[in-house]
């Protein structure tokens, strides 16, 4: 590992210059970041530890929405009364992620912005444009069976990892960061971008902007929850997720939030499909034509063209499930 | 799961019961040091720098950056490093010559053999500047052309011969005209990836150089292995070379031989004077220790009407690298499961550019059973069978290629309980017949099977005046529990409380003991145990009769019992102690040594006529989710016959443990070798994907406890066969449970989908 600096200011107004110059990363749990400059993938210069910067705290604003503080622990997070009954997708969402361990580290701002776990991107003896912009992409023609399907280009094809963010994303999320030039909120959905020809661009905070805080609006009336398919019962990343909260009134969808993870190469809200079943029939036939109108935007290589029949299968099942849960209650 | 019998070997009084570990609290309280827990004055740290191609030649290296880096105490390369001896080539006149992992000479060359072979090592005064600089490290090559696809280089694979007594090969009647004629033929094709040695500690050596005297802490296999070759590539006698194994973080082949690491920290040590650890990080596991062959199957299976098989084809191919490794023995189990008069078993090979193969859990063994098992449950389908009731129908008496009767089998007798204790009869005739809730659930069997061999060891046994019993032998221990179970042979041979007796292991220094591969260590080591503690009461009962109130007078040792800490004629007896004290003795000592031109001389024999092996049966339920596919093992049973158990609670363990490894063989383990680079891409438990917690359910574990005729104590070695027909049971459990026969392994969620 490259030696660093590392710094644990204790109040936001030292810690925004001390993160701005160049070569300085934030950071959090390190369940990501430190593996990642272990393997000199990250090389920054200074640290920036913002666990002392009293981002830990959960409350319920007068609205009736809830700030989560960027420092929040994955595991504090989904064991928050508040989140456990009104936003049971998220609580979901954090339980299904890393290890009982990793989420006792792992931050909301963290998860954030953790990168991908392609193959490629590890690899130093691959061309990843990720990594190293300009030197290819490996997982084109090489083992791409966890890529993703949706949101790729020709630069890159890698999935985002989180099972948050999918949850946040169909909870219409809002995170609040401040930078040298004041604060503002950016949309979940906003906040990652398409890796397009700059796939090392993987956000839009600016330099030295702070992931303060998430803010989810008020509850929804509807029941919600998410489903992680992978290849082992714990520890692993999506094949396919899929958050979801559905309400049902005379056999009719009044409301609908769909988002789809480890098919996209960002956490994928899923508009389409919401277009589509909203106001519509409650049943498996309109799941099912809404799931495919979701992915038929999909992009497959070798490795991956299962992911749009699992994608498919795992929305139907889902909203088959919350249907059958009672959806409205 | 304790049997209500007895122990068959023995009635002792410590042989047959669940003795704890006896070095659980050394581990459990962080007492017992790993390889890489010596530390030394003046202990230098290093890492090592992979080549980033498969094949070519080093032009140059730039090294600078990494000898600027604060601490670096040296950048060995072929440039500079000295160098090692060659490795030589596989004997059977030189038994440390299957340490031989790879032969490539370490730094003494600028050619590159596969993607990830150490190319350079830095030496640091910290292990983490090492690791630094060593990334810091940079090389241009020439690239040549590399054969690293399994798949595409399978149809250029050719007839190999084997190994040593194992040639997989068979030849009998018309295989092919059988099959022709068979009014029901499955005929199927199998593969399976390359799998990766996981244990739970990564392979590390500390070495240190005293002129040409070396002391290596390694966790090894095979103490006289690692001894040998360090002795050769370094050009010193081997008792200048003491290797120190005392706890070994788990083996399953990984670490049966000594592979870069152990070569370069040696040679980092002789280069620096300094004595050097070198502990591998889990990618360097992956890069330079070798792991289980990726494969391909043919399994042709014909019967007649009744379910008599009249034909077996078992062809298979594997691989080796161009730099060693040897062909896997895949068909070896279709010479002992069914009988059937026409056998045609083959097997091919074809060299990669990649790291060597090695052995991992039942070579062979683990994937051939995958293949068979598979294929003799799809022909139950085909036939409307009972999958168990085919199997028996086709249980041999005899070897079913060797004509030698078994003196030993009961396999029978293992699925009879299995099935009862499994309840087989709850299982739906059809396939996908058999729901809870959005899972389908399926019930498979498949039989379990590793050829047992022998090897021998010498041992010392001593008797001291207090009573306490010290028995020396370099055995190793990696975790199944290897010094409690002799411990327990010893003081049910002497008539010892369990705790007089001290076992030393894993030490160089001490006599000669058998490797811990190929499941032979326990049987090898327990034949010199028994021969040395008769010796040693034969000693005892010499000394005792010299005395003049001697109640032995007269009397033979196989008249006497040994009890109660003595020797006893009747009620009449006298303790060790008191013996020793009579004869103004503060000890006794034997040592026993085999004739090993007699020993391998009777193994040949043994080989052609009197074949033993561990059998099972095993028995899964699998749940598969309707709509995602998703496959999770819900329920196990193995029923085993090992021979006579000697500890159920370390045999159950490695039996338990041989499961898990199988359903991870099954569902979700594979090396992924990029096929352009030839480096694997997934170095990693993250992305590597072992079977976690929640992945493994209950696993019920029995054995029949019916000593082996032929074995001392009845014992059969049991650290392989519990990932026999692992992957087989589960397939067919799949099948059972959805209709779909998978013949590619691992069975992930694509395949089922």
């Known amino acids: ?329 | 799961m304790t049997q209500d019998s007895p122990a068959g070997g023995t009635n002792g009084k410590y042989v047959g019961r669940p003795i704890a570990r006896i070095d659980g609290p050394a581990k459990t309280s962080g007492q017992a040091r790993f390889a890489a827990e010596y530390s030394y004055p003046d202990l230098a740290y290093a890492a090592l720098v992979y080549s980033t191609i498969a094949r070519g030649r080093i032009l140059s290296m730039e090294t600078a950056a990494a000898k600027a880096v604060d601490g670096v105490v040296a950048v060995l390369t072929h440039e500079n490093a000295p160098p090692m001896k060659p490795a030589g080539k596989l004997s059977p006149f030189d038994v440390s010559s299957i340490a031989i992992s790879t032969s490539v000479n370490y730094l003494a060359t600028d050619e590159v053999h596969w993607n990830g072979q150490p190319i350079a090592v830095v030496v640091a005064e910290t292990h983490e500047a090492a690791q630094y600089a060593a990334s810091l490290v940079t090389a241009t090559y020439q690239h040549w052309h590399a054969k690293v696809d399994f798949a595409s280089e399978v149809p250029n694979a050719i007839p190999d011969k084997g190994i040593p007594f194992m040639t997989g090969k068979a030849d009998k009647g018309d295989a092919m005209a059988a099959l022709a004629t068979s009014p029901f033929t499955v005929d199927l094709e199998f593969s399976t990836p390359q799998y990766n040695h996981n244990a739970l500690e990564p392979h590390a050596t500390t070495a240190v150089w005293d002129g040409d005297k070396l002391t290596v802490h390694e966790g090894t296999q095979s103490l006289t292995g690692v001894q040998g070759q360090l002795a050769k590539r370094f050009g010193i006698p081997k008792d200048n070379v003491r290797v120190l194994s005392p706890f070994v973080g788990g083996g399953f082949g990984g670490k049966a031989r000594p592979w870069a690491g152990t070569l370069l920290a040696v040679l980092a040590a002789r280069a620096t004077g300094r004595p050097v650890r070198l502990t591998l990080t889990r990618e360097g596991v992956y890069h330079t220790v070798g792991g289980r062959t990726a494969s391909t199957q043919r399994v042709a299976l014909g019967a007649g009407t009744d379910g008599q098989l009249a034909s077996i084809v078992h062809t298979s191919v594997s691989r080796t690298g161009y730099v060693g490794g040897m062909p896997e023995r895949i068909t070896e189990v279709s010479h002992e499961t069914y009988a059937a008069p026409n056998i045609y078993l083959q097997q091919s090979s074809m060299k990669l550019d990649l790291v060597s193969n090695t052995f991992m859990r039942a070579p062979g063994e683990a994937i051939g059973s995958f293949g068979l098992e598979s294929a003799i449950d799809e022909l139950a389908w085909d036939m409307g069978m009972d999958p168990i009731q085919l199997r028996m129908a086709n249980e041999p008496d005899r070897g079913p290629v060797s004509g030698k009767v078994f003196a030993h089998r009961h396999l029978r007798e293992a699925y009879a309980v299995g099935a009862e204790r499994f309840g087989w009869d709850q299982r739906e005739l059809r396939a996908g017949a058999m729901r809870d809730g959005r899972w389908l659930v399926g019930m498979g069997v498949a039989t379990a099977h590793h050829t047992a061999m022998q090897l021998t060891s010498s041992v010392t046994v001593r008797l001291n005046a207090d009573g306490t019993v010290v028995v020396r032998c370099a055995m190793q221990e990696m975790g199944m529990g290897a010094p409690t179970v002799q411990t327990q042979i010893v003081a049910d041979e002497l008539g010892v409380p369990l705790e007089a007796v001290r076992v030393e292991y894993g030490d160089t220094d001490l006599p000669w003991g058998a490797p811990a591969f190929g499941s032979v260590q326990t049987a090898s080591v327990t034949a010199a145990v028994l021969a040395a503690c008769t010796k040693l009461k034969q000693s005892v009962l010499t000394l005792a009769r010299k005395q003049p109130a001697s109640p032995f007078k007269g009397r033979k040792l196989p008249e006497l019992d040994t009890r109660d800490a003595g020797l006893f004629f009747g009620t009449r007896g006298q303790s060790y102690v008191e013996i020793l004290n009579a004869a103004g003795r503060n000890h006794v000592e034997v040592a026993y040594k085999p004739n090993m031109p007699a020993f391998l001389a009777r193994t040949v024999r043994d080989v052609g006529w009197r074949p033993k092996a561990a059998t099972g049966a095993q028995f899964c339920e699998v749940r598969v989710d309707a709509d995602t596919g998703e496959v999770r093992v819900s329920r196990w049973l193995g029923v085993f016959d090992v021979g006579t158990v000697i500890n159920a609670r370390t045999a159950e363990s490695q039996l338990r443990g041989g499961i898990i490894m199988g359903i991870g063989m099954a569902l979700t383990e594979r090396t992924l070798i990029d096929h352009r680079s030839g480096r694997i891409i997934n170095p990693s438990l993250s992305e590597y994907h072992i079977p976690v917690h929640a992945d493994v359910p209950h696993i019920d574990v029995q054995y029949l406890n019916k000593p082996e005729p032929n074995s001392p104590l009845g014992l059969l070695g049991l650290g392989e066969i519990g990932i026999t027909g692992v992957p087989a049971a589960i397939a067919n459990a799949v099948r059972h449970a959805t209709g779909k026969r998978v013949l590619d392994l691992p069975i992930t969620l694509d395949k089922v989908l």
């Open chain 1, 1 to 329: 590992m490259k030696p660093f600096t590392y710094l644990k200011p204790h109040d936001i107004e030292a810690a925004i210059p001390a993160g701005t110059p160049p070569g300085t990363k934030y950071l959090g749990g390190g369940t990501n970041l430190v593996d990642l400059m272990r393997e000199g993938i990250e090389q920054p210069d200074h640290l920036v530890d913002i666990t002392g910067l009293h981002l830990d705290g959960i409350e319920e604003l007068p609205d009736g929405s809830l700030r989560i503080g960027a420092a929040v622990r994955n595991s504090t997070l989904a064991a928050h009364p508040k989140v456990r009954k009104g936003y049971r997708v998220l609580s979901e969402a954090l339980l299904s992620g890393a290890s009982g361990q990793l989420r006792n580290m792992a931050t909301v701002g963290g998860n954030l912005l953790q990168r991908t776990r392609c193959p490629y991107f590890y690899s130093d003896a691959a061309a990843c444009n990720k990594r190293q912009p300009g030197s290819g992409c490996d997982a084109l023609d090489g083992f791409n069976r966890s890529c993703a399907v949706l949101g790729v280009s020709d630069s890159c094809i890698a999935a985002h990892p989180s099972d948050m963010c999918v949850a946040l994303s169909a909870l219409d999320a809002v995170v609040h960061v401040q930078g040298p030039g004041g604060t503002r909120e950016i949309p979940l959905t906003e906040l990652h971008r398409l890796p397009g020809d700059t796939p090392n661009i993987e956000n839009t905070l600016e330099a030295g902007e702070l992931v303060t805080a998430v803010v989810l609006p008020p509850p929804l009336s509807a029941r919600s929850t998410y489903r992680k398919v992978r290849d082992r019962a714990s520890y692993a990343f999506a094949l396919a997720s899929v958050a979801a909260a559905l309400e049902i009134e005379d056999d009719k969808v009044t409301r609908i939030r769909l988002a789809l993870g480890g098919v996209g190469t960002k956490p994928w809200r899923a508009y389409e499909a919401e277009r589509l079943l909203l106001g519509g029939p409650a049943d498996e036939q309109a799941y099912r034509r809404a799931a495919e109108a979701e992915l038929a935007a999909a992009t497959v290589r070798a490795g991956n063209a299962f992911k749009v029949t699992l994608a498919e299968a795992t929305i139907v099942a889902v909203l088959r499930d919350l249907s059958k849960a009672g959806a409205g209650s």
